[in-house]
């Protein structure tokens, strides 16, 4: 598919466009926080509740994933945090194991909400986040927990069903070392506006068209209101200027 790019600013760039696409052409990235789709069908096209083999399809793509995710990390060592629920923590981990890594931990992300259940599952009031490590990562933080308390409602401000607080994904990146954040499915954005909020660099990728506008709407939002404390990433245009007299 054709692959569209955006430079925001100087070591912000976005990608609208397939991430097993997009994924080997980037550079050397610190970290990979990301929600991918949980990719958990409750039935086949025939009707029947197919389960296990849709459990499997998606644990064969998203080896795939994780292992083009991995080919970013620095050789010395790199993070990756993987949104998940329980229903596809097997198949991810099957595909973590596949792209010959492992479960580091499991964050338990508490939402302080209470979701809908049905009419007969207990409702949801919590999502998990597998790190994944490689070389010699390490939290510089010996002494976090594994469960966070980031409050969380049925209200979304993108519109985005999956959306995430950006206090949580601050917390994610404000937490694991490193410069360079890559989100190879950024939805609208979440995981960038939070990147920039620590003067972090970002490099995302979404392929819905309509979520890859509104994240671009939403980081440049974050360029114009920076943290007070924290310089903010250059202009976009500068890069164009260097570039054309080099």
Request: negative net charge; glycine residues 8%; hydrophobic residues 40%.
């Amino acid at each position: 598919m054709t692959v569209r790019k955006e430079v925001l600013a100087e070591g912000v760039e976005v990608y609208c466009g397939d991430c097993l696409e997009v994924l080997p052409t980037l550079g050397v990235h610190d970290a990979v926080i990301t929600d991918p789709p949980y990719n958990f069908s409750t039935a086949s096209s025939g009707g029947k509740h197919q389960l296990w083999a849709d459990a499997v399809n998606s644990a064969l793509w998203f080896s795939e994933v994780i292992s083009k995710c991995k080919d970013r990390l620095p050789l010395t060592g790199g993070a990756i945090w993987q949104f998940l629920n329980w229903k596809t923590f097997i198949p991810a981990q099957k595909a973590c194991w596949e792209a010959g890594m492992k479960f580091e931990s499991l964050l338990v992300w508490d939402k302080e909400w209470i979701g809908p259940g049905g009419s007969v599952g207990l409702r949801p009031s919590y999502e998990l986040v597998a790190l994944m490590a490689t070389g010699n990562f390490a939290l510089p933080n010996r002494g976090l927990p594994d469960i966070w308390r980031h409050k969380w409602s049925s209200q979304r401000e993108s519109g985005h069903p999956a959306e995430k607080p950006v206090s949580l994904l601050r917390e994610l990146i404000h937490e694991t070392p490193g410069n360079r954040v890559l989100d190879p499915f950024m939805g609208s954005g979440t995981t960038g506006v939070a990147a920039l909020k620590l003067g972090r660099e970002f490099t995302g990728i979404e392929i819905d068209q309509t979520y890859f506008d509104i994240a671009c709407r939403r980081i440049e939002a974050a360029l114009r209101e920076p943290d007070m404390f924290i310089a903010p990433p250059k202009p976009a245009e500068q890069l164009s200027i260097l570039d054309g007299a080099a």
